[in-house]
């Protein structure tokens, strides 16, 4: 596997409250995404960074916010969680364009919104 | 125009037969095509990818048909085995810019035994 890890691996809040997922990378590669599976609609990517500091919207970025201060570190900020922010988060990484866009995927994070 | 369709949403096969899992798209600046495989619990991970200079690419039982005229292509698994059991999603990018990757909703296959 891809040096990635997510943390934490399953969570469960309250509507309202802030909620932190992390994603820390050991490849050195230039691009994460954060991306949200939910059934019927596979894979949607919600932001993603193309170097330390430079991040942008995907899909379905309403709700979320992202940071990324060091190369291996990607942060997903929810302010606000809502029930429809239960879903499975994934963090994906890719490298230079030498590698066609090869994504390489975490093992996710079990969120749900009470 | 970003959106990748792909077809069937689930799919049924008795082990040994053919897997036939088919996407289309419609932009055309679209230049890379890769599936990914995922079982239960796990990530997404990278199975076989062809870009539309070639009209197929084969590694070992998975072969990805690729059909520039119609913006189709498709993943064609041969003696499927209970192990191909998963869902498999294709996507398409292009290769300037920021790398991103349009997913189709997936396709959940069961190979019975």
């Known amino acids: 596997d891809a040096g990635i890890t997510q943390s934490p691996r399953h969570k469960v809040t309250e509507t309202g409250t802030p909620v932190t997922l992390r994603c820390h990378q050991t490849?050195?590669?230039?691009?994460m995404y954060w991306y949200r599976q939910d059934p019927g609609h596979g894979l949607r990517l919600i932001h993603y960074?193309?170097?330390?500091?430079?991040?942008d919207k995907g899909e379905v970025s309403d709700g979320y916010s992202v940071s990324r201060s060091k190369t291996e570190d990607f942060l997903l900020t929810l302010e606000s969680a809502t029930s429809s922010q239960t879903s499975v988060y994934f963090c994906?990484?890719?490298?230079?364009?030498?590698?066609?866009?090869?994504?390489?995927f975490g093992p996710g994070t079990r969120l749900t919104v009470l | 125009q970003q959106q990748v369709k792909q077809s069937p949403q689930s799919l049924i096969v008795q082990k040994g037969g053919i897997s036939i899992i088919n996407c289309a798209y419609e932009n055309t600046a679209f230049d890379y095509f890769p599936w990914y495989q995922q079982f239960p619990g796990k990530g997404p991970a990278l199975l076989i990818a062809i870009r539309p200079d070639v009209s197929e690419k084969k590694e070992g039982r998975f072969t990805i048909s690729f059909n520039k005229s119609a913006k189709q292509f498709s993943l064609h698994i041969m003696d499927s085995q209970p192990g191909d059991s998963a869902t498999y999603f294709c996507a398409a990018s292009t290769q300037g810019g920021s790398e991103k990757l349009v997913f189709g909703k997936g396709t959940k296959l069961t190979v019975n035994p």
């Open positions: 960074s193309y170097g330390v500091k430079d991040t």
């Open positions: 490849e050195n590669h230039r691009y």
């Open positions: 994906a990484i890719s490298g230079d364009r030498g590698r066609y866009n090869e994504q390489f």
